[in-house]
């Protein structure tokens, strides 16, 4: 983690958002030792919906449907498509949803989060967390696909803090050129919330 661990502790210790589903999925994500964003991005990315108001919300790596759980807590009206390319992930996030009640807000899909996400048109958040190496790809494979308007929203841009190692490897110098690339061609800011989170709009500034 980027922030001092007592610092990210005393974060975390602040949040008092009670949701049984949420907490289910929470304890899940210990068992199973599966990387979600957790509370902090959870809530970053529900008030950014909700102050938004998007008619589409694409995820690409949607794991169990615990980040899509916060966009579409944050929906009015609108539609969240989750997308993972492993099947097993796809139907426990439909069996959350449906627990919740808000399967109505979600269109769920299993594939390459890429390749699936091209059918869309008009995305107003497009959210990466798929494979690091993927990132860059993605958004020139979907800058087309956004509405005028919309953000880019990447988890885990500071990548456990690699982004200054003096020798990267491989995955961290995928990030670095995202991060570099989403600079050049956007507004873009990264908060450096647990690992990174990178926001981004196109160009006004
Ligand atoms: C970090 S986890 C996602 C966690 C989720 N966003 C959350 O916070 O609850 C990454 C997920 O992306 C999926 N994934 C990675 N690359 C992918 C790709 N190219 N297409 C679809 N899914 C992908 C993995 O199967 C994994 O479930």
Redesign the pocket.
Known sequence: MIVNPEIEKYLESLHRFNDPVLEK?ERL?QKLN?????RQ??MFLYILTKQKKPSLVV???????????WFAKGLDRGLVAL????EE?INKAKDFFKEAGIQNRALFFT??????ARQFQDIDIL?L???KS?YLEAVEKLKNNLSEDALIIA??VLWHGKVVDENPDKKTKAIKEFNEYMFRNFNSVILPIRDGVLLAMKKSI
């Open positions: 999925m994500a599966f990387p979600i964003v957790g991005v959870g995820e690409l790596g949607s794991g169990f449907g615990y980040s899509g759980y997308i993972d390319y492993k992930n594939g390459d989060a890429v390749e699936v959210f967390d798929l494979e993927r988890d885990n």
